[in-house]
């Protein structure tokens, strides 16, 4: 039995979408072909999701074959890009399951201008709290400048591993959550008043629905839980109280399992397209709860976000809705290209998408830990709980190594990324995650599997 028979016997019920519009060869042949004609092998599916040349084919039949106007404009060709526009913000909410009833899409210029957008205009005071895991990306972790800088307290904490994993939409019981917290942080002279708090003081939690690093995976019951009972995981601390509200990233997450917003009603949800199907880049969104935009305060206005004002007075009529929020001329040309996307990745769905990658992913990291030098030490360490026991539903399809020399001593990620682009493979350096790697100099590898 030869290795590719192997691996097939192994996971060929996962691999290359067997219920699908078409095997993984056909789609190799026909919408990625320049992967075969350069050689190369591109293993990321969160930095730059590789775009299909027929979802390009697709967008470019489009734009030279349709006339789009400015949407702020009244003219034909303005009320067809409006359309478009508002088409499309219902695809990302169909993708999340979100009613529109009560939830909104807002167009941004990536996933961290939106949440940049929340932390600018969140309703922060001094008995405020933003509470985030430590597994979060660096564009999370920035929201904690304006908490600071508002005189409201930060703090990261901890979330037990055996809650992490599971992906069961039964109830969790709140006694199953622990969360280890870490020292509460603050900028300004305020003192955190200990009196029994209103309700008029807002809290947030952060969390992704996947770590970029290690691709574990966050049970999104934790949405509920820290809703409804964040004083209870606390302890009772007096940073607990007031009204909490919940931000998800799901950046990462969302290209192989989207939140579903109807189970798990979070306020923020923060996506970024490249990152489900390669094209466009620089546009993003943020889903939000029609409650919780309400309570966002904006104080900067441009053009497109006011219906009206004037120059030598402090006059100005602002709009409603989610034109409130999108500073500027939306990217509509851009956004009329998303619906292409989600016609490929619809075809394929994001499970069948997630099952596929996952099986690679964990074919790759139980190669890397056979690997061996002549002198029989371990060539590979791998990062993420249970390397060799993750199912395909416990960890995204992620695997953060670094390798090492006969002598114990670590190859430099550059070195390694350098002579894996000298074969032909395309890797993602993960230098800005090294906490993750205690004490070890070098940092970690990352591979980020797609079609």
Same mark, same amino acid.
């Given at each position: ?38 050689? !190369? ?6 930095? %730059?999701? +590789? ?19 400015? $949407? ?16 499309? /913000?219902? =695809?990302? #909410? ?13 167009? !941004?210029?990536? %996933?961290?201008?939106?949440?940049? #957008?929340?932390?600018?205009?969140? $309703? ?5 709290? @933003? ?32 809650? +992490? ?11 199953? +959550?622990?969360?280890? =917290?870490?020292?509460? =942080? ?30 574990? /995976?966050?049970?999104?019951? +934790? ?10 995981? *606390? ?20 290209? !192989? ?6 189970? @798990? ?36 206005? &441009? ?30 040309? &851009? ?21 596929? !990658?996952? &099986? ?44 090492? /020399? ?6 430099? @990620? ?5 002579? %894996? ?6 890797? /993602? ?11 070890? *100099?070098?940092? $970690? ?7």
């Amino acid at each position: 039995m030869d290795e590719k028979e192997e691996f097939l016997n192994e996971f060929g019920e996962d691999y290359g979408y067997p219920n699908g519009p078409k095997s993984i060869d056909e789609i190799r042949a026909t919408e990625f072909k320049r992967l075969d004609e350069n050689g !190369t092998v591109y293993l990321d599916h969160a930095g %730059a999701t +590789l775009y299909s040349e027929l979802q390009m084919e697709a967008i470019f039949k489009d734009l030279t074959g349709c006339v789009y106007g400015n $949407p702020h404009s009244q003219s034909e060709s303005s009320s067809a890009t409006s359309d478009i526009i508002r088409e499309a /913000r219902q =695809q990302v #909410l169909d993708y999340c399951n979100a009613s529109p009833k009560d939830y909104k899409c807002i167009f !941004t210029s990536g %996933a961290t201008a939106a949440l940049k #957008l929340v932390g600018e205009n969140f $309703p922060w005071s001094c008995q405020s709290s @933003y509470m985030y895991t430590m597994e979060n990306h660096n564009s999370v972790l920035g929201i904690r400048e304006y908490a600071l800088d508002k005189g409201a307290a930060a703090f990261a904490v901890d979330v037990i591993e055996g809650f +992490l994993d599971e992906v069961s939409s039964s109830p969790v019981a709140v006694t199953s +959550l622990k969360v280890s =917290q870490h020292p509460v =942080q603050r900028r300004s002279e305020v003192r955190f008043l200990e009196r029994e708090l209103t309700g008029g003081v807002h809290n947030l939690f952060a969390f992704p629905s996947e770590c970029n690093f290690s691709g574990l /995976r966050f049970n999104l019951d +934790l949405v509920k839980i820290v809703k409804e009972n964040a004083e209870r995981i *606390l302890e009772g601390s007096p940073l607990s109280k007031g009204h909490w509200m919940v931000l998800i990233d799901a950046a990462k997450g969302s290209a !192989t399992q989207p939140p579903d917003l109807s189970l @798990y009603p979070a306020d923020f949800v923060v996506l970024s397209f490249y990152k489900l199907f390669g094209y466009p880049t620089g546009l993003g969104a943020l889903v939000l709860r029609n409650d919780a935009a309400k309570l966002l305060k904006k104080a900067y206005f &441009s053009g497109g976000t006011v219906a009206a004002s004037i120059a030598d007075i402090d006059f100005v009529k602002r709009r409603k809705g989610v034109e409130l929020f999108e500073d500027g001329t939306s990217s509509f040309l &851009s956004i009329a290209s998303i619906r292409h996307g989600f016609k490929i990745l619809n075809s394929l769905t994001a499970s069948a998408i997630f099952r596929h !990658t996952a &099986s690679l992913a964990i074919y790759v990291k139980k190669k890397l830990l056979l690997l061996r030098h002549a002198n029989g030490a371990s060539v590979c360490t791998v990062y993420g709980s249970q390397t060799l026991k993750v199912s395909s539903h416990e960890s995204g399809p992620i695997v953060s190594f670094n390798l090492k /020399r006969p002598d114990g001593s670590w190859f430099g @990620y550059r070195e390694v990324e350098k002579l %894996a682009s000298l074969s032909g493979i395309q890797l /993602r350096d993960a230098f800005v995650i090294l906490v993750h790697a205690q004490n070890i *100099l070098a940092c $970690p590898i990352q591979i980020f599997f797609q079609i």
